[in-house]
C-alpha cells in the first residue's frame, strides 16, 4: 500500500466509525515518516468534532519543547479542518479507553511506541496478556528523554492498527522481524492484526 493510498483508507476507516459510532478515538505515534499523513488528513472532509486525539507514546517533555510528539501533532493533523479535533495528551488518556484507530512507526532499533530493545525483558512493557496499560520510562531513544507509552497490551486492543515502515533501511529492519530478529517490532508482528504499510524511499 503507498502512502497516499494511506491517506485514502484512514479518512474511509475515520468516516466509517463515525457513521457507526458517532465518535472516533485516534492513537498516533510521532517520527517523521507519518507527518504527511497527518497534515493530508487535517484537510479531509470528516466531522472533526466527534474525533478525539491521543499519542501512543510522547517524551516527558513540555507541549511546546522542539522535541514534543504533542508539538507536532499540532504543527500537523491539528490544523485545517482536523483543527476542530480534541486533542488529550497521554498523560491525562485513562487506559481502560481502547482507542479505536492506532498509527504506528518504527524505529532503526525495532522499538514501536516507546517500547525499546533494552525494556524486552519487562514483562509489563512487552506481556501481550497483561492488562492494558500507560507506563513511563527511563531516559530513552533519541532524542534521550523519559517517555510516557502505551504498553503492547494496550496498543493491541486498538481494533485498527497500521504500522508504517518507509525507506530502505527501515525495510531491512522489518524483514530482520519478520525472519524472527527478537525486537519490539517483532512482538508486535507475533500477534495478528497489524496492517503494515511499507515503502522505499
Known amino acids: 500500500m503507498r502512502r497516499m493510498n494511506l491517506v485514502e483508507r484512514m479518512t474511509a476507516v475515520i468516516d466509517a466509525c463515525l457513521t457507526h459510532k458517532g465518535e472516533v478515538s485516534i492513537a498516533l505515534s510521532g517520527g517523521s515518516s507519518p507527518q504527511g499523513l497527518y497534515q493530508a488528513l487535517s ?3 470528516l466531522n472533526w468534532s466527534q474525533v478525539t486525539v491521543t499519542l501512543i507514546d510522547d517524551r516527558l517533555v513540555d507541549a511546546d519543547h522542539k522535541d514534543s510528539n504533542q508539538r507536532m501533532i499540532a504543527e500537523t493533523l491539528l490544523t485545517n479542518r482536523a483543527a476542530a ?4 495528551p497521554l ?13 504506528l512507526g518504527m524505529g532503526l532499533d525495532g522499538h514501536i511506541a516507546s517500547l525499546f530493545p533494552s525494556m524486552l525483558g519487562q514483562g509489563d512493557a512487552f506481556d501481550p496478556t497483561a492488562k492494558p496499560a500507560i507506563i513511563t520510562t527511563g531516559p530513552e531513544g533519541n532524542p534521550r528523554h523519559e ?7 494496550m496498543i493491541l486492543e486498538i481494533p485498527v492498527r497500521v504500522l508504517m ?4 533501511e527501515k525495510m531491512a529492519v522489518l524483514e530482520a522481524a519478520q525472519a524472527g530478529a527478537d525486537m519490539p517490532v517483532t512482538r508486535l508482528l ?5 496492517s503494515i504499510v511499507t515503502e522505499r524511499v
Do not use: H, Y
Open 43 to 45: 484537510e479531509a472532509d
Open 85 to 88: 479535533a480534541e486533542f488529550i
Open 91 to 103: 498523560q491525562d488518556w485513562q487506559d481502560d479507553r481502547i482507542p479505536d484507530i492506532a498509527v
Open 147 to 153: 517517555r510516557i507509552t502505551m504498553t503492547l497490551a
Open 165 to 168: 515502515v518507509f525507506g530502505d
Open 190 to 194: 507475533a500477534q495478528d492484526g497489524t
